[in-house]
Structures are given as C-alpha cells and as structure tokens.
C-alpha cells in the first residue's frame, strides 16, 4: 500500500511516461509501419515458415480478402477429420494430438500405448513441490501460478539449459504431463486461501487421459461422466494448436531463437495467453449471454433476440463496447472449424444436462448476429462464431469454474507451443529481432543546474 506522499510522487511519473512515450498515429503511416505486424489488407505478415498446422479463412484476389471456408489442419491433417477419427474409434484424442504435433506423425497403437505411459508417469510434481511452490505461494490468479510453476521446474531439472532436440523432447513431454496438476492445485490453492472453500489435493491417476486426470482433480468428490470427459478432451483437440502466427506461439518462437531454455519459453507463452485479448473470451461471451438471458422475456422470440443484440452493436447494452463476443476472427471468416466441431457434440451434452434451450439461444444468437452485421455492413461482410462463442458454455455445462478457462486452454495450447519450439530449433537458427524506427527528436545532455525545476 502506498502512502498519500508516493501516490502522488507516482502519478506524477505515470503522467510523465504517458506524454514522453506518445507515439503520433500518423508516423506509422509515414514510415510504412506494420502495425501488429499486419498488412494493410488486414493479413498477416510472413515472418516464417511452419509445418506444424495452417490455418485458412479467407483466399487473396487482387491483393483483397476474400471470405472463404474455414480449416485448420494438423500436420496436414484437417481438423474435423481427426476428431472424427477418434471419436468413431471410441478412445480420447488429446494424446494422440500431442503425439502428431510434436512427432509429425500419428502414432500406431503400441506408439501411443507407450507415449500414455510415459505421460502417465510424469503426471505428478516432484515431492515437496505442491507444498512449497503451490499451497505456501497462492495466486489469485491461475495464469501466474502456472507461470511460476513452469519456471520454478528448472530448479529440479538436472539438465535444464540443454537445447539439444532430446533434452528439449525429454522437457516438453514432461511439462505437458504436469501442466494439469499444476492448474488443478493452483486452483484449490485460490479458492482455499482466497475464497474460504475446502482445500482437496486429488493426486493424478496414471491410467486416467488428460481430460480425466484434469476433471478428477478438480472436482472434490472425484466424479464424472464418460460424456463429459469426451467433450473436455476435444475441447483440449481443439485448443491444442493453431499455426506460428497466433500470440502465444509466435511469443515462444520469439523467445526459442534466443537459445534460452524450456521453462522460460513456455512460461513466456502463458505470459501471451493469460492477456485478455489472446485468452479468456469465452468469459465474456458467457457474461454477454448472461446478459441476454436477462434482458430477453421470450428466447424463441426472433425478432425480440435481434433487437437486443442490435443494441449490444450500437453500444447501448451490455458493456457497451459495440462487440457481440464469440463473434468474428482475424484469421476465419464464412467459419471456424473449432466452433463447428464443437458445436455438433455440446448439443449431446445440453441433453445431458438438460440445457437444450440455452443451447439454442446460443445458436439463434449465432444466426441472428450475422444477419445483423450483413444488415450494418453490408451482405458482403461474412463474420462466423469463433470458438470461444461455443466454448464458454460447454465448460459451463462441465461445471468447470470461471478461474479456469484460460488455465485449461493453457495446458491444451502447451501441446502446439513445445511443437512449435522444437520446430524453431531444429530449422531456424537466427534470433527474431524485427526493426524499430526511431522517431526521437535530438537532444542534449543538461547539467543538473540547467535542468527545468517544474
């Protein structure tokens, strides 16, 4: 807590860096900057080369986008295909996701068979660790406990700085297998010592998938069902890659051409998804359809769920941004693969929990918002649900807590991150370091005496 005195001696320095770091809008234009290191047309910049996912919305003619279907493959192999695959053979599919991410290929049975065995062996954190990195440093926040977590494992590594590509293989595939332990007690650990609820340590089952293993966790009766343990693990499928070019996978790009170790790059990553403009929509999207639900007498009623979403757009509802959340991509736009995949089994889990009407609220706001922005904007504009539209309820309906979202999308993106890192290090040697211009005025070194005294 600050004293009256360092308040206001703070504030003065936070006024001063915000006036002596204003950039004019109008330099980025002149000196053809790429802002967010995006094109004019609203593409991304090509900064390098992945064979580890692609992702496609929109097709290029005559330099302009052109809305085009979604698709988001795995090492070529198209999303919805794969969790298909699974799904029909009967078995969860985040493990043999980590397996074709990281490895290139999909595994056989008894390639898979061992690689669940060796996740399983490594599911639990080293002795002492819970207690003294966990239960005796509480964060309020599950993204920074991770953070600390991941960090805190270089200090039990015996080999820790080594980049070769079996010591990086030997960390990532250790780190995964831990992450979910590390978000299930950092999140008894907050809601113990920060919201008054009863502490419950549940030690992972090796014979559990990363879905059971994160459901048994967190739960304090240990209980689930076969159905909601399916839709966790696709939920992980889905979340678990999305090309170079996304935040948190460029970051660990970025900080992997340093040559630093593993823990920092992965700690970094989760740095890139904790902010909120990366992670955590499907929150909001959860509030705005609170919101909704709230203000809407008849959810069948069209006409009456059009309106409402038409004030949310002209800023005079919800929290008055103008955004429908859930709604649009940088990247997708006729659809998102992920929201189409999840969309088809969160229905059968609506049933489940008898949830069906939310459910198709949900996908009337999904249709009403197109047609509303094609009326805004034009019947050219193409905007599709993202994932997050349809993610946020279904860990709702998983009775998954709030604090979380993120942390879980954390422990599936962990997967595409250490593929991404391998990628780097075995193909790409240079250090990223883009170019800054300066657009500072000249100036001199003043004598004290000579100083302004304002």
């Known amino acids: 807590m600050l004293s009256n005195k360092e308040q206001v001696i703070i504030d003065k320095l936070a006024d001063m860096a915000e006036t002596n770091n204003h950039i004019e809008p109008d330099l980025y234009k002149k000196y053809e900057v790429k802002r967010g290191l995006r094109n004019e047309n609203g593409t991304g910049v090509l900064v390098g080369l992945t064979s580890i996912a692609e992702v496609h919305g929109y097709i290029i003619v005559d330099g302009e986008k052109v809305p085009d279907a979604g698709n988001l493959t795995y090492r070529g192999i198209p999303l919805r295909e794969l969790c298909q695959g699974f799904l029909q053979e009967g078995r969860f599919g985040f493990e043999e996701t980590i397996f074709l991410l990281l490895f290139g290929k999909l595994p056989n049975k008894d390639e898979l068979q061992e690689f669940n065995e060796t996740l399983g062996n490594h599911r639990n954190l080293?002795?002492?660790?819970?207690?003294?990195?966990?239960?005796?440093?509480?964060?309020?926040?599950?993204?920074?406990?991770?953070?600390?977590?991941?960090?805190?494992?270089?200090?039990?590594?015996?080999?820790?700085?080594?980049?070769?590509?079996?010591?990086?293989?030997?960390?990532?595939?250790?780190?995964?297998?831990?992450?979910?332990?590390?978000?299930?007690?950092?999140?008894?650990?907050?809601?113990?010592?920060?919201n008054d609820a009863s502490l419950y340590i549940h030690a992972p089952k090796k014979e559990y998938s990363t879905a059971e293993n994160i459901l048994h966790m967190i739960r304090p009766d240990n209980k689930f069902t076969a159905k909601e343990a399916e839709l966790l693990d696709l939920c992980l499928v889905i979340h678990a890659e999305h090309g170079g070019g996304n935040n948190s996978a460029f970051t660990t790009y970025v900080v992997s051409s340093s040559g630093t170790d593993t823990y920092a790059a992965l700690s970094a990553a989760v740095g890139a998804l904790k902010g909120p403009k990366h992670g955590g929509a499907n929150r909001k999207v959860l509030e705005m359809m609170a919101d909704i639900r709230e203000h809407i007498s008849d959810w069948n009623d069209e006409q009456e769920v059009y309106d409402y979403l038409m004030k949310i757009a002209k800023k005079d509802a919800f929290d008055k941004t103008g955004l429908i959340y859930g709604m649009g991509h940088a990247i997708y736009t006729n659809s998102d693969p992920r929201a189409i995949v999840l969309e088809e089994k969160a229905l059968e889990l609506a049933v489940e929990k008898d949830r069906v009407e939310e459910f198709k609220l949900y996908q009337s706001v999904e249709r009403l918002s197109k047609q509303l922005f094609k009326d805004l904007k034009g019947d050219d504009f193409a905007i599709c649900a993202n994932v997050d539209f349809y993610s946020g309820l279904v860990y709702d309906m998983l009775n998954i807590p709030g604090d979380l979202y993120t942390p879980i999308f954390a422990v599936a993106r962990a997967a595409g991150w250490c593929a991404h890192r391998i990628e780097q290090l075995v193909s790409e040697q240079k250090i990223i370091r883009p170019a800054y211009k300066s657009v500072s005025s000249k100036s001199s070194y003043l004598p004290m005496q000579e100083r302004d005294e304002k």
Do not use: C, W
């Open 126 to 194: 080293p002795n002492g660790f819970v207690e003294n990195m966990i239960l005796k440093n509480p964060s309020t926040d599950i993204m920074n406990k991770i953070q600390r977590s991941l960090l805190v494992s270089y200090s039990y590594d015996n080999n820790p700085d080594d980049i070769s590509i079996r010591n990086i293989t030997r960390q990532s595939v250790d780190m995964i297998a831990k992450m979910p332990a590390m978000v299930a007690y950092g999140y008894q650990a907050k809601s113990h010592y920060y």
